[in-house]
Nanobody, 115 residues
Framework: QVQLVESGGGSVQAGGSLNVSCEAV????????MAWYRQAAGKQRELVAFISAGGSTKYVNSTEGRFTISRDSAKNTVYLRMNSLKPEDTAVYYC?????????WGQGIQVTISS
């Protein structure tokens, strides 16, 4: 079994920066894709960015150039550095990992941007 433990997040004013991180713990053999999703109040969960085991990354248009996803495969940890934050980035951010073809989710962490 795999658990995803998220940390970081919090509140910041528009234009500021925040980091979130997520460590996969448990009986881990090989984690393929790791990703961050977010869900704003009243909206559907959406992909923010993902990173493959080989380090390839993909971002949604609204975050590209402002957010940076990275991973430390030795630590089974994925990071999201968020710069130039906007009020519309306010959401619960969820870590996602694919392990042995199974999807795992973190508990979610709040990110709040004030104008």
């Amino acid at each position: 079994q795999v658990q995803l433990v998220e940390s970081g997040g919090g509140s910041v004013q528009a234009g500021g920066s925040l980091n979130v991180s997520c460590e996969a713990v448990g009986s881990i053999l090989s984690i393929n894709v790791m990703a961050w999703y977010r869900q704003a109040a009243g909206k559907q969960r959406e992909l923010v960015a993902f990173i493959s085991a080989g380090g390839s990354t993909k971002y949604v248009n609204s975050t590209e150039g402002r957010f940076t996803i990275s991973r430390d495969s030795a630590k089974n940890t994925v990071y999201l550095r968020m710069n130039s934050l906007k009020p519309e980035d306010t959401a619960v951010y969820y870590c996602n990992a694919v392990h042995l073809l199974k999807n795992y989710w973190g508990q979610g962490i709040q990110v709040t941007i004030s104008s």
